[in-house]
C-alpha cells in the first residue's frame, strides 16, 4: 500500500491545512516511508513473543494507599500568608 500525493491532499483539506507542492511531496514520501517500515515489521515472526505493557520491566514507584489521620484545622491554616479563623484567604481574581 503506497499514499498518492492526492490521499495527502484530501487528508490536509479534511484537516483545513494548506500544504505547498513541496510539502505535498515530502509528507506523501515520509507517510510511505513509515508504510515501508510497517510492512518490514510485519515480516518478523512474533509468534512466541508474548504482548508487552513495557519495553522494561518496571515496578510501580506509587507508595501504598493507606489511610491517614488528616491534618486537623489549625495546622493546615497555620502557614498560610492570610487566613481568616475557618478559611484560607486568596486574592480576588473575577471582578
Do not use: W
Request: proline share 4%; aromatic share 4%.
Amino acid at each position: 500500500m503506497s499514499v498518492s500525493e492526492k490521499e495527502v491532499r484530501y487528508v490536509a483539506d479534511l484537516a483545513r491545512l494548506q500544504l505547498s507542492e513541496e510539502e505535498v511531496n515530502s509528507l506523501a514520501k515520509d507517510m510511505n516511508d513509515i508504510l515501508g517500515y510497517m510492512d518490514l515489521l510485519n515480516e518478523l515472526d512474533t509468534e512466541n513473543v508474548e504482548p508487552l505493557e513495557h519495553v522494561i520491566a518496571l515496578k510501580s514507584r506509587l507508595r501504598a494507599d493507606e489511610a491517614k489521620t488528616p491534618l486537623n484545622h489549625d495546622d493546615a491554616l497555620k502557614n498560610a500568608p492570610d487566613a481568616d479563623s475557618d478559611y484560607f484567604r486568596v486574592p480576588k481574581v473575577i471582578e
